[in-house]
T-cell receptor, first 113, second 111 residues
Framework: NAGVTQTPKFQVLKTGQSMTLQCAQD?????MSWYRQDPGMGLRLIHY???????DQGEVPNGYNVSRSTTEDFPLRLLSAAPSQTSVYFC????????????FGPGTRLTVT | GESVGLHLPTLSVQEGDNSIINCAYS??????FIWYKQESGKGPQFIID?????DKRQGQRVTVLLNKTVKHLSLQIAATQPGDSAVYFC??????????FGAGTTVTVRA
């Protein structure tokens, strides 16, 4: 199993550009989530999903959209990037529909200029 | 061993000593707590979790203690090794769907 994979590893965007951060897992996990991590801080939950077709907002959802059309994939979309969205983004998944023992991906480092 | 009374951002510990990392949580409704380890350039890695109906749980070289009265969580690492150098985060959940992370403690192991 590859576990949780994220692409790209690094990305630089200009203000106003849009992009999608990809996240995939091959463990048949129901629960998936997106976090952002800013320097010197803990992770903050952006959005989460308890299964295909079901998503909900986390602590900091503004400026981000998600969808969950399959169990495996959970992409995060930035519709109009802002410098405040410069951060490291982590995707995670866990067995079942709850957040126990989440497995995290390696992260995507995003810079918005 | 060395310990942090209140949450401090860094902890330096001698190799072989025990480490104690403290965490205060704010939501009295939280009933599930997790400790994660994050090495440089990597995603967080699950260490151990505990439910609010327990006050202690042990894993391999790690013990988590929960004091609900004062809303305090601690992680004890026995015989700290160089590979334990990392940032440690506590996280809490009140509803099994949303996890809130603390600010993290950077542990440095001295040889």
């Amino acid at each position: 199993n590859a576990g949780v994979t994220q692409t790209p590893k690094f990305q630089v965007l200009k203000t106003g550009q849009s992009m999608t951060l990809q996240c995939a897992q091959d463990m048949n996990h129901e629960y998936m989530s997106w976090y952002r991590q800013d320097p010197g801080m803990g992770l903050r939950l952006i959005h989460y999903s308890v299964g295909a077709g079901i998503t909900d907002q986390g602590e900091v959802p503004n400026g981000y959209n998600v969808s969950r059309s399959t169990t495996e994939d959970f992409p995060l979309r930035l519709l109009s990037a802002a410098p405040s969205q410069t951060s490291v983004y982590f995707c995670a998944s866990s067995p079942g529909a709850l957040l126990y023992e989440q497995y995290f991906g390696p992260g995507t480092r995003l810079t918005v200029t | 061993g060395e310990s942090v009374g209140l949450h401090l951002p860094t902890l330096s510990v001698q190799e072989g000593d025990n480490s104690i990392i403290n965490c205060a949580y704010s939501n009295s409704a939280s009933d599930y707590f997790i400790w994660y380890k994050q090495e440089s350039g990597k995603g967080p890695q699950f260490i151990i979790d505990i439910r609010s109906n327990m006050d202690k749980r042990q894993g391999q070289r790690v013990t988590v203690l929960l004091n609900k009265t004062v809303k305090h969580l601690s992680l004890q690492i026995a015989a700290t090794q160089p590979g334990d150098s990392a940032v440690y985060f506590c996280a809490e959940s009140a509803n099994d769907y949303k996890l809130s992370f603390g600010a993290g403690t950077t542990v440095t192991v001295r040889a």
